[in-house]
């Protein structure tokens, strides 16, 4: 069973430039993720859908970030601009429905914004 | 906000003792998970204990879970060198279906 494909895996950027992740959960999977992974720090849930609603983007700074799930299969995550502190590891992540399933998690994409 | 709070935050062994890390949180909880994150890869499930359980197993983990003290710990028996990673503990509930991760224990395990 493939697992949950990201890319790219790294991105250097200058801040106020722009940067979009794209992710693809595992086939079957209604709920997907992502989560915001600072070093040294637990990953940040930063939205959540299901299918392609969002169930929670509480803590999406949605002046910079946007995000979206359309046909509720692929999702992209786009950071317009970029700030120094947005560095970090956006790590997508998919399950099969809300509630009490395991999370399988991608490789994560690493960006540095300088 | 991080529900989880992972403790010892490193802890380093010798290949073949145990390794105990402990998680605390604050609000009640449906399930607790853990999970390990090798460096530069993204997270692998670990084991799910649900509220009303206390203990688990599965291989050399062991994982119990006190929800009077609002704390679980995960026990690796006779490490490996490959155990070396860092562990998160994440909780979902309190109203909240939303999964919430702690900072994690960085565990080293000496050859």
């Known amino acids: 069973e493939a697992g949950v494909a990201q890319s790219p895996r790294y991105k250097i950027i200058e801040k106020r430039q722009s940067v979009a992740f794209w992710c693809n959960p595992i086939s079957g999977h209604a709920t997907l993720y992502w989560y915001q992974q600072i070093l040294g720090q637990g990953p940040k849930l930063l939205i959540q859908?299901?299918?392609?609603?969002?169930?929670?983007d509480s803590q999406l700074p949605k002046d910079r970030f946007s995000a979206e799930r359309l046909k509720g299969v692929d999702s992209t995550l786009k950071i317009q601009p970029a700030k120094l502190e947005d560095s970090a590891v956006y790590l997508c992540a998919s399950s099969l429905a809300l509630g009490a399933y395991t999370i399988y998690f991608g490789e994560g994409s690493w960006l540095t914004v300088v | 906000s991080q529900q989880g709070e992972e403790d010892p935050q490193a802890l380093s062994i010798q290949e073949g003792e145990n390794a105990t890390m402990n998680c605390s949180y604050k609000?009640?909880?449906?399930?607790l998970q853990w999970y390990r994150q090798n460096s530069g890869r993204g997270l692998v499930h670990l084991i799910l204990?649900?509220?009303?359980?206390r203990e688990k197993h599965s291989g050399r983990l062991r994982v119990t879970l006190d929800t009077s003290k609002k704390s679980s710990s995960l026990l690796i028996t006779a490490s490996r060198a490959a155990d070396t990673a860092s562990y998160f503990c994440a909780t979902d509930g309190g109203g909240s279906e939303k999964l919430v991760f702690g900072k994690g224990t960085k565990l080293t395990v000496n050859p």
């Open positions: 609000t009640s909880i449906n399930n």
């Open positions: 859908f299901q299918n392609n609603g969002v169930v929670d």
């Open positions: 204990i649900r509220s009303n359980e």
